[in-house]
């Protein structure tokens, strides 16, 4: 596993496009102070997932951008893509037939950032994964820059046995234990919320089984109410039938004594008109009678 080849483009002060070769395998940047030596060892470090801006000597991650310098304008997008050889395969899963391994990481001012493994858009933690027990990281011993040396002599027992166990490549299986005991540790917690939860369902199911059975009992009251009513109401429209008719019959037979009491009115009314012609006629008669009576009394 070794690093061929890398790219910077808007990375501290790197604005243009500049390409690194590192033809190789023991290769050594040096130069004057404020040349840009440190500046490499950020880029790798940063692109292989530090996220942390003090180790890149910087106080917010939007500083890795090339911010302008009185000949330059400012930059909006930094990227740094690392090119490895894996012609000892060295890594292992679904890039371990690839000869050539490219890691590319992009961002912007917006603090948007972007991992890419052979081009494709990938997570932070698919690189660490990826370089895991390689002895390649943000923070491995493969990185050597100044005071490094030191810092592997000086560290602590606990400090020096990350490096021995990165060197010996058992670190991938210690996270992959860390990250399974964290599973279990989270599907511990996740089953003590479920009985919990189980508890609280629990003691809702009793009271939403009460409110079942008053619900069932008062559709089975609401039912007897609905067939009484129905029955009601046929007693009551049988009732209404019988008196219907009963009335009917009485006004029928009130209609019948009407037409009669029409017709004896109307032979009384035909009667009182005879007699009244009659006594027209007898007064006629009593009128000239007495007329004649009078003319004959002058005579």
């Known amino acids: 596993m070794r690093l061929k080849q890398i790219k910077l483009a808007g990375f501290k002060s790197f604005v243009d496009s500049t390409k690194i070769p590192f033809l190789n395998p023991l290769s050594a940047i040096i130069g004057p102070n404020g040349c840009g030596k440190s500046n490499v060892i950020d880029a790798v470090r940063w692109v292989l997932g530090e996220s942390s801006a003090k180790h890149l000597r910087g106080d917010s991650m939007a500083d890795v951008i090339f911010n302008g310098s009185s000949a330059r304008r400012p930059v ?3 990227g740094v893509e690392l090119l490895f050889e894996n012609q ?15 890691v590319k990481r992009q961002v912007t001012r917006d603090g948007d950032s972007s991992y890419f493994l052979n081009g494709q858009k990938c997570r932070r933690k698919d690189i660490t994964d990826l370089f895991m027990g390689t002895g ?5 011993y493969a990185i050597i820059e100044q005071g490094t040396i030191s810092r592997l002599i000086e560290s602590k027992p606990q400090e020096l046995r ?15 234990r860390r990250e399974t005991e964290n599973r279990i540790r989270h599907t511990r917690e996740n089953l003590e919320r479920l009985g919990d939860i189980r508890t609280e369902l629990g003691r809702q199911l009793e009271k939403l089984a009460e409110q079942a059975s008053a619900a069932k009992q008062y559709r089975e009251f ?9 029955e009601l109401s046929v007693s009551r429209y049988i009732e209404l039938t019988s008196q219907t008719e009963k009335l009917t019959l009485e006004v029928n037979k009130l209609e019948l004594d ?4 029409d017709a004896e009115k109307e032979k009384t ?18 009128h ?6 009078t003319n004959a009394e002058t005579r």
């Open 269 to 286: 009314e035909l009667a009182l008109t005879q007699l009244s012609v009659q006594l027209a006629e007898l007064e006629r008669e009593e």
């Open 76 to 78: 909006s997008v930094a």
């Open 258 to 261: 009407k037409a009669e009491l």
């Open 136 to 140: 390649l990281g943000p923070r491995s």
């Open 222 to 230: 609401k039912q007897s109410e609905r067939i009484l009513d129905s």
């Open 88 to 102: 000892d395969g060295r890594l292992t899963g679904q890039y371990a037939s690839y000869q050539e391994i490219s």
């Open 162 to 176: 990350v490096f021995i166990e990165e060197a010996a490549g058992i670190s991938r299986y210690k996270e992959r």
């Open 288 to 293: 000239k009678r007495v007329e004649d009576f």
